[in-house]
Nanobody, 113 residues
Framework: QVQLVESGGGLVQPGGSLRLSCAAS????????MAWYRQAPGKQRELVAA?????RTTYVDSVKGRFTISRDNAKVYLQMSSLKPEDTAVYIC?????????WGQGTQVTVSS
């Protein structure tokens, strides 16, 4: 089992920045990739950014150039800049290895003036 705990969410004004953190613990060996998803009210969960064990990253088009995912051992981060109201959602950390996928509880990000 892998446990994931997110932190760093909050309320921020449009144009502001936030840094989300996700700490993984438990059987973290052979985790192939970690990712951030988000889910806004009434919308489907979407992949925001992912990073493989080799450091390869991918982003949804709507956050390219504004968000940066990084990984440091058992932690993954999401640096979010130039935030927009449409970025408002619960951000959820995910860890993946072949045959298993693990989810955190999520952290709320609200972008509003």
């Amino acid at each position: 089992q892998v446990q994931l705990v997110e932190s760093g969410g909050g309320l921020v004004q449009p144009g502001g920045s936030l840094r989300l953190s996700c700490a993984a613990s438990g059987s973290i060996f052979s985790i192939a990739a970690m990712a951030w998803y988000r889910q806004a009210p009434g919308k489907q969960r979407e992949l925001v950014a992912a990073i493989t064990s080799g450091g390869r990253t991918t982003y949804v088009d709507s956050v390219k150039g504004r968000f940066t995912i990084s990984r440091d051992n058992a932690k993954v981060y999401l640096q979010m800049s130039s935030l927009k109201p449409e970025d408002t959602a619960v951000y959820i950390c995910n860890a993946f290895r072949v045959g298993d996928s693990y989810w955190g509880q999520g952290t709320q990000v609200t972008v509003s003036s």
